[in-house]
């Protein structure tokens, strides 16, 4: 995922575009309405909230100048990484590009499971996962996975956790 950093001019001239209101900050709806997933459809706004809670560093909801630039370095990353994996250029990855993604990612997983993610995060009911899913697709993953590492003391892929714990987990992806 080795993209080229935007220069500061130029992630602040995106970032007065994105800001319509002129506050200073992003909110999830203007963000919103500048993500584009490839599909001429609106920007999953699970996938936005998710990414607001991870850059936005001082908690105010929003994004500042300084958190849009980290923010602007990770969606143009997972694009890079969506573009590798889309081998048809369909503009969504379906089951086998989801499979290759996740296995190259580190992600031992089996075919039923894969059904299950295109299932979950397939918003259109087209058997595959746009580019906004798949980052929250990943995302999910990713802290499931952490979480889960915390439990696998022994790291053999098994934990023993009581339902409470079990509650903390899941409920710990939002932010």
């Known amino acids: 995922m080795a993209a080229q950093p935007a220069t500061r001019e130029f992630l602040w001239s995106v970032f007065q575009k994105v800001d319509k209101d002129r506050s200073g900050n992003i909110s999830a709806l203007e963000l919103g309405q500048a993500l584009q997933n490839g599909a001429f459809t609106a920007f999953n706004p699970e996938t936005i909230r998710l990414m607001i809670g991870m850059f936005d560093r001082d ?15 990770y969606v143009t990353q997972w694009q890079t990484t969506f573009r590798q994996y889309d081998r ?26 894969y059904d299950v993610l295109i299932r979950k995060f397939d918003r259109t009911g087209r058997g595959s996962i746009t580019f906004d899913d798949f980052i929250q697709c990943c995302v999910v993953i990713q802290t499931l996975t952490g979480n889960f590492q915390r439990f696998d003391t022994n790291r053999n892929g098994i934990i023993q956790i009581s339902y409470e714990q079990f509650l903390t987990l899941v409920f710990s992806l939002r932010k």
């Open 88 to 113: 048809d250029g369909s503009g969504s990855i379906d089951k086998q590009e989801l499979t290759t993604a996740l296995t190259s990612f580190g992600y031992r997983l089996s075919p039923n499971f």
């Open 59 to 73: 908690g105010d909801g929003t994004i500042n100048f300084d958190e849009f630039g980290s923010l602007w370095n």
